[in-house]
């Protein structure tokens, strides 16, 4: 009785081994999936940019969630603060890394000089303090419109760098 139970085991081992030597092999990178999970998830923000004499910016968002290499925020405003000028920049999503922030979907840029920048994805340096994006584009300046395919925008200089311009001024 012994022996028969012995045989089965050793059988039923033989089958197993068959089975798993012609099967294919798992991948380990199968199992190595980054789930990027964010660290802390923060509702309606208000972040202040302090220089040594005053404050310089004004951050807001509905929801930040911080990763490990970069903190991504939705529906993103900001105020910039430039001596005479008011910088107002806004996006249904930005994410932000050191400093730089890439703005996605809806970016718009307002001054109080009645100048507005529209486009669907930018990216403001703050260091720099310039605007740049590499997608199609619409600046207002009262009634006048320019649409181009890439620009770079100075805050500080008010200099404008761009690339498939077209303009239409309205004379009166």
Known sequence: ???KIFYIIV??????????????PYMAEN???????????INDVVDYEIDNEKI??????????????????????????????NNFL??????????????????????????T???QEAIYHKKDKTLMSNTDFVI??????ITGTNIIYDLNNKITKAKGVKIWINQN
């Open 1 to 3: 009785m012994v022996i």
């Open 11 to 24: 059988t039923i081992f033989s089958i197993s081994m068959v089975f798993l030597a012609s099967s294919n």
């Open 31 to 41: 199992f190595t999936t980054d789930f990027s999970i964010s660290n802390i998830q």
């Open 56 to 85: 310089s910016a004004k951050y807001e968002a509905k929801e930040i969630n911080r990763y490990k290499a970069n903190d991504e925020l939705v529906y993103f405003r900001a105020n910039f603060i430039n001596s005479n000028l």
């Open 90 to 115: 806004k996006a249904d999503k930005a994410i932000i890394k050191g400093e730089e922030i890439k703005l996605r979907q809806n970016v718009n840029y307002e001054n109080n000089q009645s100048l």
């Open 117 to 119: 920048f529209k486009s």
């Open 140 to 145: 207002t300046k009262n009634e006048n419109n």
